[in-house]
């Protein structure tokens, strides 16, 4: 029987009265089990095939806590790190192919190619009823479309990788590595096909269309052009195409106006808006459907439906708990008491921006950009203000220090300070590697909130990932452009999105891969999985080296990752035993 993950459907064949002798009885036919064969049979079985790839794909983006599940947004590389000095990205010389995670991510990878794999294959089958030709293709092109990313996962991190096309009905232990060039080819056909056969716009949020696919296409044919050598054109160009079907298709526009439910808040931006996270009746900024005309293909979370967050993680998503600093734990020092009051938070500190973010990123971007305004990129931390709010209404129950503190400084002296709501809390008052590497450092607001649902402090935040979202189509043809050879044009794109933050513009000769990734980390921080990114591009290994948390960048040059990949699980290895696996 093929092997088949469909959520919540099971059979049992039950032989529990004892001895029976009727032979016909105990004849199998295929109309006993649920095969591939006799499952999908119609769409609404097919959407429920693709329901079970939906889920993996927002698991890439959340799964489970710990400092270590969060490698793919390039936490360890240029523009974060994890403090924790015993993390394998952040110590390189400890990483192996017996790390746990990257197991996971790669396994889940394959998962999904091969579900994507049953439904392309039984989609061709005769006895399906199909309603329409239309619907036959929408269902496949969805399909295609994940089989897609999972591949492009697998290429850009690990390289060299087994293309498989047909359901997997039994064990192979010789499989061998195929080209990464063909992998990216065959992301290219897949991604072709999801942009021809998925409509336009889609009343559900969260659901795929075509936008999305020609978003990673252009994506895919400039990996494709660069891993043959960058001296096919034309690929630059194919990527140029599919990045202005969506850029100037009418559909998707950058939001530069305030826009949402929570535009009303004083003193903030459109930049600031595309981050609010989901209200408790469902509202939620990040979406097309709700009015983001920049969102193209999201992972909506929603604490309050059955199913809105990963069962192992189901009382929030992880933006904040894992991008925050850990203030909180002052444990009433300087007013904070431990729980997440109005703009406090609940976060654990285990991604934390490098220097290079929080300082040079923004020098080399100007004095004019909003996304490194006090709103956006928050550096003072003050007292708890009564007058704060959370969920946008007054919180009585909070308070601040009432009588004298005594805070010891670096020289071990002590002084006594009187605060009161709303004070700066000095830089001199942070003493240890705790203050500085956990509890206290500038967080980026976009990966939390001021408000939350209650002073809970774990179940009281959730926020969308962005899969795919304008600005960056926008950079991928800047890159598509500069590498094509118009650097007019790249510049011109790459000031689009700077122009919406009031960042100074730039010209032609500015433009190159290095300012492209900072354009990236200054729009994209906490988003894109910039592991991928940096991977595609085989600059891994240099950026960490140049702009890397020390440790990072010590450890990275002689570590794996040598030649910007990573390595291939131990367990995949193993189980291959009839071919030779190399490891990267």
Known sequence: MKKLYIPAVAVLIVLATGCIKDNKFLSETPGDFLTVDNVFLNAAQFRTGLNYLYMRLREDYIYDDGDTRFVQFGVGADINFSPNDQNVWTNYATLNGNVEFLSRLFTRQYEMINNANIILAQSENPAVKWASTDEKLEIQAEAHFFRAFAYRWLAEMWGDMPIITQPVTKPNLGYGRDPRVNVYQLCVDDLQFAADHLPATTPDVGKLVSGAANHFLAEMYIALADEKGGGDKTLYQNAIDAASKVIDGGQYQLMTSRFGYRSGVTGKDAYWDLFQMTRQDGTTNFSYQGGNKESIFIVHLDKFKTGGLPSTLSTRSDQERAWWPAFWGYNGQFGYKGVAYDWMGRGVGWCRPTSYYLYDLWNKSGAGDTRNAEWNINRVFKVPNPDLTYQDTPDPTRNWPTSPQQITLADGSTITVQLH????????????????????????????????????????????????????????????????????????????????????????????????????????????????????????????????????????????????????????????????????
């Open 421 to 584: 709501p709303g004070d700066t809390i000095r830089r001199e008052w942070l003493t240890t590697r705790i203050d500085t590497m956990n509890r206290w450092y500038p967080r980026v607001m976009k990966m939390g909130s001021d408000w939350h649902y209650t002073t809970d402090p774990s179940n009281s935040f959730v926020m969308d990932y962005y899969v795919a979202r304008l600005a960056e189509t926008y950079l991928l043809r800047a890159e598509a452009y500069m590498k094509f050879g118009n650097a007019a044009s790249a510049a011109a794109d790459i000031n689009k999105v700077r122009a919406r933050s009031n960042a100074a513009p730039i010209t032609a000769g500015d433009v190159n891969i290095d300012y492209i990734l900072d354009e990236r980390g200054r729009e994209l921080y906490g988003e894109e999985l910039r592991t991928l990114t940096l991977c595609r591009l085989k600059m891994y290994r240099d950026r960490t080296q140049r702009y890397g948390y020390p440790l990072c960048a010590s450890s990275v040059a002689s570590s794996s990752l040598a030649h910007d990949l990573w390595p291939i699980p131990q367990t995949v290895i193993d189980a291959n035993y009839l071919k030779l696996f190399p490891q990267n």
